[in-house]
């Protein structure tokens, strides 16, 4: 079954083609990076132009890509929520039309559940059961996987998402939106120097997260000291991002062992970090456990991970209702 995946929560327009749920034809990805870097973070305003400005020519090259028209498309997927509604509301109604337009089925996901599922796509996925981090610009939440399709939240981030922390922090260095790679690819260049922040929440017990007290820390560190920012920046970068990892990695590793997971998986935006990737594979490997991380493409937000996750809903039936709206936020946690 082919099946046709439309993306649109943020500053991402994409479109994707995947077959029987698990094959990727094509992925394509229009970043509206460079309209939201000079104001240090996304603007909604400029989001939903620009999406409406891409949605058709994204589609279009996503289906030439995958080496098909539109006549084969079978099913559409899209994202429902959580995002930004007038960017949503893009992705959604193109959705809606192309589906109604061509009589074809047609289904409105979850934004997080389609990350969860992006890790399925990987050519040596997990096997249930495993638990699961999704890190990303608006979520910090930790999952335990029991079977395909269950989702239970065990723990998420009392204030700022992990990516929104990295952001702030890059703001505050003066490098730019988005932060996270910048940070990441300036932590690695600190040779060993870093400043040091606090690990929030490492010493309570549960999944909770909270990344606003770094954040403030890291603020206070940068008002406090008398050393021109090009020259602490680096350093700032690292400690910053050491305290992250560390309490990520302990976190998630915590939950593979009280769950008595083997296998932990970690998704997002944020699972493109390199820092959390050597860290947690170096420790996995200690305590024989299996890290699992999707190839960087399907990190960051795309439409593969929407069409994969619309493929099993098709599987099972379902064909939502015209009726529908777009959410902000989930409903209700999962
Ligand atoms: O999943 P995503 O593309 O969008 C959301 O659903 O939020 O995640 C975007 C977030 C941004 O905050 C960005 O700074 C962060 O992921 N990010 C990173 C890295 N690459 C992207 N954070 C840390 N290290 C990275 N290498
Ligand atoms: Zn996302």
Redesign the pocket.
Known sequence: MLVLGIES????TAAAVVADGRRILSSTVASQIEFHHPYGGVVPEIASRKHIEAISEVTKQAIETAGLTVEHIQAVGVTRGP?LVGSLLIGFCFAKAFAFSRHIPWMAVD??EA?LESVQLMDDPPDYPYVALL?????TNIYYLPSRGVYRLLGQSRDD????A??KV?KMLGLG?????V???LARKAGGEAVAFPRPFLDKDGFDFSFSGLKTAVNRYLESSDQPLAKVASQVAAGF?QS?VEVLAYKIINAARVYGCSRLAV??????????RSRLEADCSGLGLKAFFPPLDL???NAAMIAALAHQAVCLGRNDSFDLDVYSRRPRPT
């Open positions: 929560s943020c500053d991402e995002g934004h997080l990350h890190a990303s610009g608006g979520h998402a992990v990516g929104e990295y952001d890059a939106y988005p932060g996270g790679p940070i990441d690819g991002q992250v998704v997002g935006g944020v699972a493109a970090n390199q820092g959390l990190c960051g937000d």
